[in-house]
């Protein structure tokens, strides 16, 4: 049985289901938001094509062993990432792997190695 041009698909808690994402407001406030989400369910098609697998802004899955080295920095480097690393509640040590492993991921990405 097809839907005429005023009758709505409807899920079984009476929400309306989008089936094109164009429908969806943008720029909602949260209220708002919440409010368009209480009375509107997306369609099966539509929660199948909002899923990304795109894996080129991941970085490669961590090694598991790990090598001690000595880094030399200037000290207002280890300051400044000191303090960021307190601000996210990680060890500084931590945080600089964290970095290291982004900006290595960021070149070999750019140099096509993998």
Known sequence: MGLNAFEEERDELGRVII???NL???HMT???EHQFWENHAMSERLLEDSIIEDDDDL???RRTSTQP???RI???LLVRL???AELKNIPYQTLLKQFVTE???EEEKREKVF
């Open 19 to 21: 089936d094109d994402p």
């Open 24 to 26: 969806i407001p943008k």
């Open 30 to 32: 949260e209220e708002e």
């Open 59 to 61: 970085p490669p899955p």
């Open 69 to 71: 080295i000595s880094l």
């Open 74 to 76: 200037e000290s207002d």
């Open 82 to 84: 000191q303090h960021l």
């Open 103 to 105: 900006r290595v991921y």
